[in-house]
């Protein structure tokens, strides 16, 4: 009898029959038949390699057979090394079934959406507010036009002339009067009227342009201005002419407003004369 490496008692000589350890260390390669052999009558052929049972382990590969009387044998099994020592195969576990997936929740149903409110109803609204309405223009510090209708007639006049060279000027030699010059009216228009001669150079165009011909040589460029007043009149001032400014005769100091009516007379320059007249 031998005695395998964990001290068992077999009464087989190459592996133990108590716990299937291979006895004086040869390891045994067993390929699997082409056909094996059929097992003789009353004994049980090993699921493993074939061959025929003849004690608890199979001599050809050590499957343990009482190890395996409790186990479902394995469907196919085909080793083709032995081990050291024989390990008793275990049935795969069964197959768990997949688990199916929840369904998704039921999506929420939409909200309704709000109902119209009848055409009878009239739907509040808040008041608008109002615009506020436009204010009047003051006036108050913008001097008024002159009322009624004003014109400054513009002559040639001699007796002017004739005083001009009797007070001996320094150009009155060479000055001499106008063998024709025709009357000229302006009508005066806006809250000013400005009297003189135009120059392109100094940008002055005035309403009361005396540029000739014929030109008056001793008109300034700016000479004189007329400006309306408050009560509907004219008033003329001199804002610092060459030769001065004369009203029915009268020179006027510069800068001083002088106020004119109906058939008064503005004299200038040489020879030149405006009658203001007043139409209505």
């Known amino acids: 009898m031998a005695t395998c490496p964990n001290g068992h008692d077999s009464a087989s000589d190459d592996f133990c029959d ?17 056909a094996p052999a059929a097992p003789a009558p009353g004994d049980a052929a090993c699921p493993r390699c074939g061959r025929a049972r003849t004690g608890q382990f199979c001599e050809g590969c050590g499957y343990n057979f009482s190890a395996a009387a409790s186990a479902q044998p394995p ?22 079934p997949p688990v199916a997936a929840p369904p998704p929740p039921p999506s929420p149903p939409a909200p309704a959406a709000p109902s119209a409110p009848p055409p009878s109803a009239p739907l509040p609204s808040a008041p608008l507010p109002s615009a506020p309405l436009p204010s009047a223009p003051d006036n108050s510090k913008r001097p008024p036009a002159a009322q009624g209708s004003w014109t400054a007639v513009v002559t040639a006049d001699s007796d002017y002339y004739d005083s001009v060279l009797a007070a001996g000027g320094p150009d009155s030699a060479g000055i001499s009067f106008p063998a024709y010059c025709p009357e000229r009216r302006f009508r005066l228009t806006g809250n000013e009227v400005r ?11 005035p309403e009361i342009d005396l540029t000739g011909p014929p030109a008056d040589p001793g008109v300034s460029r700016l000479h004189a201005l007329l400006v309306a007043t408050p009560d509907g009149t004219w008033s003329v001032v001199d804002p610092g002419s060459a030769n ?34 007043r139409d209505g």
């Open 244 to 277: 001065g400014t004369f009203v029915n005769g009268a020179e006027i100091h510069p800068g001083e407003a002088v106020a004119l009516h109906d058939g008064d007379r503005i004299h200038l320059g040489a020879w030149t004369a405006l009658t203001i007249t």
């Open 195 to 205: 009297i003189g001669r135009r120059s392109v150079s100094r940008g002055i165009d």
């Open 18 to 34: 108590q716990c299937g350890f291979l006895i004086g260390g040869a390891s045994v390669v067993q390929s699997v038949p082409a």
């Open 75 to 96: 469907t196919t099994a085909v080793p083709t090394v032995a081990p050291t020592r024989a390990e008793p195969i275990q049935a795969p576990p069964p197959s768990t």
